[in-house]
């Protein structure tokens, strides 16, 4: 049996494309390696968000080059956000490459194999990034995780936030029928899911294009298959976010008390020249009406340090809304220009190292932030979904998105279970069985 090696970077988008990809190689007859140097093929699955991922695809394929030495005949492919924007570039920097494919091609994979494997340069990438991806829909994903799956709901982003690379390498929103993602939620739990959790770009954005169906109704529906016992989403845009949807989200019993929901920069300022379509207030407005309908929710959010043009107190303005609204988990990121989009444009004003103290005083504010939040479940009884088993512990989530360990037998695996929280660390918690089933 020939063996495949897939690494993956980037967003959730991308782990869901990889585990599709998965999925076409186990009806091609392939195998995963459990170690890239044992493959015959190789996939890398690019993002193209900032710079750095960028560079971490260049080394990661340097590395990768090496297993033609001991199999000549191996296969290296890059796909995703990279490929799509960059693909006949990289290509030229790594001519050892065999196969480059568009983020819109994954279901031409067993085809662009075939090319490869007949000694010919295997490349498809389409201009057209805004087709319906239904072919690709068609297939099972191959996950690592039995209990939990991602369910693809929307594709592409009609924002235009002025940093952002997404609609250049994603293109245009097309949601799925509501039908075919009902379909793949039964076979899932057929398959034993217990949580299902809705992907997209932009999943507030869900049926805008089809005109009949909003996101409140998809959470309704997904709630309404038997055996679905979580269900969560990402990534919303507080644009987006409606009153219907938190009336959804604090109805629907399965909907989990978590949301992530980007910010980006705390400055009106700012928040204008990243063209996010809300100011400070109207976003805060959004996270009130959360914790009024969903008291006990827990919150995430991105945060951009840096962007062109923030000031002091424009990043004084992220630091003031991190307090306020208490996050159980912030992402941030220097802001990296992007070739093609508007903010590429845009004069870059303060010195890297000024950002860079920046970005590590606001990750060290949230660390205490979280580490106040996850002190709060101290001997606390919560529901954990047991997801694996690792160097002999359990380990699961809560509702609100917290990582667990916990002892107890392989047969907890894939139920839902109480715990007493006993130990809690800066980014997981530790706690006992008290109830086998919730
Ligand atoms: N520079 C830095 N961070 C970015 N993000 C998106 N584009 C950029 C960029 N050009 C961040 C945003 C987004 C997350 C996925 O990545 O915070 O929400
Ligand atoms: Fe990266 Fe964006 Fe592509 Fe996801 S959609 S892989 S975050 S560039």
Same mark, same amino acid.
Request: hydrophobic content about 35%.
């Given at each position: ?11 959730? /988008? ?6 599709? /990809? ?15 140097? *044992? ?10 968000? !900032? ?13 990768? $080059?090496?297993?033609?030495? @001991? ?13 799509? !924007? ?20 994954? #279901? ?9 494997? &007949? ?63 009902? +379909? ?36 309704? =529906? ?14 919303? #845009? ?10 959804? /989200? ?12 980007? %910010? +980006? ?9 990243? @063209? ?5 207030? *109207? ?12 008291? @006990? ?21 992220? %630091? ?13 990121? $220097? ?7 508007? =903010? ?5 004003? &303060? ?16 660390? *205490? ?35 667990? #360990? ?33």
């Amino acid at each position: 049996m020939k063996k495949y090696y897939i690494r993956t970077f980037g967003c959730q /988008m991308n782990v869901n494309d990889s585990q599709k /990809m998965a999925g076409i190689l186990k009806s091609l007859g392939y195998e995963p390696a459990t170690d890239w140097k *044992e493959a015959d093929l190789i996939l890398v699955n690019t993002c193209s968000v !900032r710079e750095k991922p960028d560079q971490k695809v260049l080394s990661a394929l340097g590395e990768f $080059k090496k297993v033609k030495n @001991d199999k000549p005949d191996a296969i290296i492919g890059v796909c995703g956000c990279l490929a799509q !924007r960059a693909g006949y570039e990289i290509l030229q920097k790594a001519p050892f490459i065999d196969m480059v494919f568009g983020t819109t091609n994954i #279901h031409h994979l067993p085809q662009l194999l075939k090319e490869a494997e &007949e000694g010919n340069k295997a490349v498809e990438i389409i201009e057209d990034i805004d087709r319906n991806e239904t072919e690709l829909d068609k297939y099972p994903t191959v996950r690592d995780n039995k209990y939990t799956a991602y369910v693809t709901i929307i594709r592409g982003c009609d924002k235009r936030c002025t940093y952002c690379i997404v609609p250049y390498t994603r293109g245009k929103e097309r949601s799925r029928r509501i039908g075919e993602i009902i +379909q793949e939620v039964q076979l899932l739990v057929e398959d034993g899911v217990k949580e299902i959790h809705l992907i997209g770009q932009n999943v507030t954005a869900y049926g805008k294009d089809l005109g009949d169906v909003k996101f409140w109704e998809l959470l309704y =529906a997904v709630s309404n298959v038997e055996g679905v016992e979580r269900i969560r989403f990402t990534t919303g #845009h507080p644009r987006d976010l409606d009153e219907n949807t938190i009336k959804a /989200m604090a109805d629907i019993p399965q909907v989990c008390e978590y949301l992530h929901l980007p %910010i +980006q920069a705390g400055s009106d300022k700012i928040l204008e020249a990243m @063209d996010r379509g809300y100011t400070q207030k *109207e976003y805060l407005q959004k996270i009130e009406l959360l914790k009024k309908y969903i008291p @006990d929710i827990a919150l995430s959010t991105d945060i951009i340090v840096g962007f062109p043009g923030e000031t002091y107190e424009d990043y004084m303005e992220t %630091i003031k809304v991190l307090k306020e609204v208490e996050y159980d988990q912030v992402f941030a990121f $220097k802001y990296s220009p992007r070739p093609g989009t508007p =903010a590429a444009e845009m004069k870059m004003t &303060e010195k890297p190292e000024t950002v860079s103290r920046w970005l590590s005083d606001l990750i060290n504010l949230q660390k *205490e932030i979280t580490f106040k939040k996850n002190r709060v479940y101290e001997n606390k009884t919560v529901e954990v979904l047991i997801e694996e088993e690792k160097e002999g512990k359990l380990v699961g989530r809560t509702r609100t998105n917290k990582l667990v #360990h916990l002892d107890g037998g392989h047969n907890l695996l894939g139920e839902l279970v109480k715990v007493r929280i006993n130990k809690v660390n800066r980014f997981s918690l530790e706690g006992e069985l008290i109830q086998e089933l919730v």
